[in-house]
């Protein structure tokens, strides 16, 4: 069942405050959801479909469920698959919907690493007894998979710097912004090396917050004020660790950014604006060549002379900032993708930024680790006729 234009974005909330102390994870989910519903003109009493992922504490969606007061559930879904999962969420609301499950899905995320911790909480996964003992870490792993990019298409750290120039110039027009200061290619290479070849202007920010979506039916949006955002087409596809013989130089989005496209009947030359999961700069360059803004190999290239920034640029790219110097709340970035591909097609980001006559935008998300397993989604959005 295609969901192609059987489900609207109602409502987009993104939590202002990047470090938030004295309040607990489900306080700040509750804040979320209020502040979406609140943007699409509706009540939790409306909310028949509840979305949430690894993040939601307790018993997740029942837990939640109950903390929020969704008294009127007919449907409930906890996909984890990382930082994508939100992006998975707005697909899985939609075929809900389409389905008759639902008519009013609520999506949220909330986390509050940046005060209390990050907790990876994957001691009982079945390869941490293969992988674990040799002392992966995060930034570790995504750094091979930049080395080896680089080994197989001579990309260089100037090239993955261009992304954090552009995301960098985005965010110095976002009052919420962790880090608002504009940065330059030298400053970038002039940073500290956290593991090489990435340094630490190539890592994301580690924020508190939270950001939350209202998908509803379109007999729902056509009696609610606020104008809407059509959801196209979507795609997910996990990409794992192939017994060892993993490829590192390319993601999940190989496989879910076609379906997306194929569902929505677009192709990459229709996209206006793209979010593009940003964790570290590797994931943006990967994620841009698997998507087919460019071939494989030629994204150091595709990256430069300003191409990633926006309004001019021949792939404007999360101009909010991004992960890599906004908000990257609960260290999970697949919401805040979609919330900012939603301001561009209503209008709504910032003027410096803003993408003219923006109709058609992609949301791209990824969740696990590009150098083991992890799952890509990607969503194609449309401005409301």
């Not at 990019?149 to 954090?164: C, P, R």
């Amino acid at each position: 069942m295609s969901v192609r234009g059987r489900a609207q974005i109602a409502g987009a909330y993104e939590h202002p405050e990047r470090k938030i102390p004295g309040k607990s994870v489900a306080q700040v989910h509750a804040e979320v959801a209020l502040g979406a519903l609140a943007d699409a003109g509706l009540s939790m009493g409306d909310v028949d479909g509840y979305f949430c992922a690894g993040d939601a504490p307790g018993f997740g969606p029942l837990s939640m469920a109950e903390y929020l007061g969704l008294d009127n559930l007919s449907y409930l879904d906890s996909t984890e698959t990382g930082g994508s999962s939100y992006v998975i969420h707005v697909g899985h609301a939609a075929a809900a919907i389409a389905a008759g499950k639902c008519r009013v899905a609520l999506i949220t995320l909330a986390g509050l690493p940046r005060t209390q911790g990050l907790d990876r909480g994957r001691g009982g996964s079945p390869e941490s007894g293969f992988e674990s003992p040799f002392g992966p870490t995060t930034v570790s792993m995504y750094a091979l998979a930049a080395r080896r990019h680089m080994y197989e298409y001579g990309t260089t750290s100037a090239q993955l710097a261009e992304i954090k120039v552009a995301a960098s110039h985005h965010a110095s027009f976002n009052p919420n912004a962790l880090l608002p200061r504009e940065v330059t290619v030298a400053e970038v290479l002039d940073s500290p090396m956290i593991s090489d070849p990435l340094r630490r202007l190539d890592c994301c920010v580690i924020t508190d917050g939270g950001g939350a979506l209202v998908v509803v039916a379109p007999e729902v949006a056509r009696d609610l004020p606020r104008r809407t955002v059509t959801v196209l087409g979507h795609g997910e596809a996990p990409k794992h660790a192939m017994n060892g013989h993993v490829d590192l130089t390319f993601t999940g989005a190989k496989w879910s950014g076609p379906r997306a496209f194929e569902e929505a009947g677009v192709t990459v030359a229709d996209i206006d604006y793209a979010s593009i999961y940003d964790s570290f700069t590797i994931t943006v360059l990967e994620t841009i060549e698997d998507l087919g803004f460019c071939k494989k190999g030629d994204g150091g290239h595709f990256v430069s002379d300003g191409a990633l920034w926006a309004p001019g640029g021949a792939l404007p790219f999360n101009t909010d900032g991004g992960g890599l110097c906004n908000n990257h709340p609960s260290s999970r970035g697949g919401m805040t993708k979609v919330i900012e591909a939603v301001r561009q097609l209503r209008g709504e980001a910032h003027p410096q930024v803003q993408v003219p006559d923006c109709e058609i935008a992609l949301a791209h998300g990824t969740g696990g680790s590009l150098a083991t397993r992890m799952g890509s989604a990607t969503l194609i959005l449309g401005r409301e006729d």
